[in-house]
């Protein structure tokens, strides 16, 4: 069981949940840059959360499929279709052996995601099927997708089968593919906004800033750069600057990180961010905005909003309760007598 990739896209990449429990010896997390619509996605097609999925920058790639399977997309909407009729994200579809998954034009986002059910079958490294393409390793061969790629697909779970079955009931002989007639609510999804407000709080040099600097990260606009990429996005605006030069010995540093270089110009760290840095951090975006952030494409315009930490657990707590609801309530549809 495979997928062949026709067309490879701009950049797609086995991702999954990332690498963790390596950072000690300086390997990036990585993963998904928006983890919640990978395990959206996975969910949906009945996998594991964890389980490696394609992950699709900007400019999609052309699949065919070798057999009978049930993908689900998630996260930005890149104008998929199968067969050249469009198909709708955040639902499981049944999708006919010979068929062809395309993209357009990006209608909003930057990374989108396909679950096929069984996931991606590569090998595991460091515990972790993503890629990390910088160092060459994880994913398929530690690489992007190139034409002629086959991608093996694992087996199918019990709620996978049940799901393919279903979707069979429902095929028309006549339709080239057949989405489910149902969807998560949207209150379950996570928002995308292309001009995002970021919820954010104080880093520990955060008080090593100006008064001036303390002030622009909370009320200036930052405008995402076309520089941007897995490992950091970099912003232009208002200039920070410290209250008086200091001397930074490398500091752990994770995913939404924000350091200030001497330039004085904002970097958001991403999925691929070193384990470690030397630039003085000055805020922190909370976790259950990180989806928000991966999505801004290029040209977005960024700004932040100091959130305490309670707060911000209680949000990511929320997003986590979320996503388990989800995942009861389709096995509540798909098991009921």
């Given at each position: 069981m495979s997928?062949k990739v026709n067309k490879?896209?701009?950049?797609?990449?086995?991702?999954d949940i990332?690498?963790?429990?390596?950072?000690?010896?300086?390997?990036?997390?990585?993963?998904a840059?928006d983890?919640?619509?990978?395990?959206?996605?996975?969910?949906?097609?009945?996998?594991?959360?964890?389980?490696?999925a394609?992950?699709?920058?900007m400019q999609?790639p052309?699949?065919?499929?070798?057999?009978?399977t049930v993908?689900?997309?998630?996260?930005a909407?890149?104008s998929?279709?199968i067969?050249e009729?469009?198909?709708?994200?955040?639902r499981?579809?049944?999708v006919q052996?010979?068929?062809?998954?395309r993209?357009?034009?990006p209608?909003?986002?930057t990374?989108a995601?396909?679950?096929v059910?069984?996931g991606?079958?590569v090998p595991e490294?460091?515990?972790?099927?993503?890629?990390?393409?910088r160092?060459g390793?994880?994913?398929?061969?530690?690489?992007?997708?190139?034409?002629g790629?086959?991608?093996p697909?694992?087996k199918?779970?019990e709620?996978?089968?049940?799901?393919?079955?279903?979707?069979?009931?429902q095929?028309?002989?006549?339709?080239?593919f057949?989405?489910?007639?149902w969807s998560?609510?949207?209150?379950?999804?996570?928002?995308y906004?292309p001009?995002p407000?970021l919820?954010?709080?104080?880093n520990?040099?955060?008080?090593?800033?100006?008064?001036?600097?303390r002030?622009y990260?909370?009320?200036?606009?930052?405008?995402?750069l076309p520089?941007?990429?897995?490992?950091?996005?970099?912003?232009q605006?208002?200039?920070?600057?410290?209250?008086?030069?200091?001397?930074?010995l490398?500091t752990?540093?994770?995913?939404?990180?924000?350091q200030?270089?001497?330039?004085?110009?904002p970097?958001?760290l991403?999925a691929?961010?070193?384990?470690?840095g030397?630039?003085p951090r000055i805020?922190q975006?909370i976790?259950a905005?990180l989806?928000?952030l991966?999505?801004?494409q290029?040209?977005?315009?960024?700004?932040?909003?100091?959130t305490?930490?309670?707060e911000?657990?209680?949000l990511y707590?929320q997003?986590?309760?979320?996503?388990l609801?989800l995942?009861q309530a389709?096995k509540f549809?798909?098991?009921q007598?």
């Amino acid at each position: 069981m495979s997928i062949k990739v026709n067309k490879p896209g701009l950049l797609t990449t086995v991702q999954d949940i990332g690498r963790y429990g390596y950072q000690k010896q300086g390997v990036p997390v990585s993963g998904a840059m928006d983890k919640v619509a990978l395990r959206i996605a996975n969910v949906l097609v009945g996998n594991p959360e964890e389980a490696a999925a394609l992950e699709i920058c900007m400019q999609g790639p052309e699949l065919q499929f070798n057999q009978d399977t049930v993908i689900a997309l998630a996260g930005a909407d890149l104008s998929a279709n199968i067969n050249e009729k469009p198909v709708r994200l955040w639902r499981p579809v049944l999708v006919q052996a010979g068929s062809l998954l395309r993209f357009g034009k990006p209608v909003y986002g930057t990374y989108a995601y396909l679950a096929v059910a069984g996931g991606i079958d590569v090998p595991e490294v460091m515990d972790s099927r993503s890629t990390y393409t910088r160092a060459g390793f994880g994913g398929l061969e530690g690489r992007a997708l190139q034409s002629g790629d086959n991608l093996p697909l694992g087996k199918s779970s019990e709620t996978g089968k049940l799901l393919l079955s279903d979707l069979l009931l429902q095929h028309n002989k006549e339709d080239q593919f057949t989405e489910a007639s149902w969807s998560p609510d949207p209150e379950l999804l996570p928002t995308y906004e292309p001009n995002p407000v970021l919820r954010a709080t104080g880093n520990l040099e955060y008080n090593w800033f100006s008064e001036n600097s303390r002030g622009y990260i909370w009320h200036e606009n930052y405008k995402l750069l076309p520089q941007s990429d897995r490992m950091g996005y970099r912003l232009q605006g208002t200039k920070l600057a410290l209250e008086e030069r200091r001397e930074l010995l490398s500091t752990a540093v994770s995913f939404g990180t924000v350091q200030v270089p001497p330039q004085g110009q904002p970097i958001i760290l991403m999925a691929d961010a070193q384990t470690t840095g030397g630039y003085p951090r000055i805020i922190q975006v909370i976790a259950a905005d990180l989806p928000k952030l991966a999505q801004v494409q290029p040209g977005g315009i960024i700004r932040f909003k100091d959130t305490g930490l309670e707060e911000a657990q209680q949000l990511y707590y929320q997003q986590e309760r979320s996503l388990l609801a989800l995942q009861q309530a389709i096995k509540f549809k798909l098991y009921q007598v």
